[in-house]
């Protein structure tokens, strides 16, 4: 029902509410994305053992962490984000791999976390970044 007003608004205001809820979307994948970059910086023995456990190079948690900073800035800025967040939905599907644990219901909930956030990006990329926007 809440959904149906912000359509009201968004015809007789020029799209102000639906452009606001997507730059909050936007801040709110970026956040989790720059948290992401963040942990990795700080303590990058968790992502390494992951790696490691599925015979991937440890140092890929370096480039890692650099997509991670680089995309969360751009959906932030709402610059390129089509193709940062198909690219974000893309890498979401793909570490989604290292949570599918069917007998942890913690790494199967991080697991549908990551199938739901890539969902978020594909419409992102579908919508791209709306009215609020550096670039």
């Not at 801040?27 to 991937?56: N, R, S, Y």
């Not at 967040?85 to 990551?114: E, R």
Request: charged share 10%; net charge neutral; hydrophobic share 60%.
């Amino acid at each position: 029902m809440w959904w149906g007003m912000v359509e009201r608004d968004h015809r007789a205001t020029g799209g102000t509410a639906a452009d606001l809820a997507v730059l909050v979307g936007r801040i709110l994948i970026a956040t989790l994305f720059l948290g992401g970059a963040v942990q990795k910086a700080t303590d990058p023995a968790p992502v390494e053992g992951l790696l490691a456990g599925f015979g991937w190079p440890v140092w890929l948690v370096w480039p890692a962490l650099v997509f991670n900073a680089l995309t969360g800035v751009a959906l932030i800025a709402g610059v390129f984000v089509r193709p940062v967040a198909a690219a974000l939905a893309v890498y979401c599907g793909v570490t989604s791999a290292f949570h599918f644990l069917p007998d942890d219901p913690w790494q199967m909930t991080i697991f549908v976390k990551n199938w739901a956030i890539a969902g978020g990006c594909l419409v992102l990329a579908a919508h791209g970044a709306g009215r609020f926007r550096l670039g």
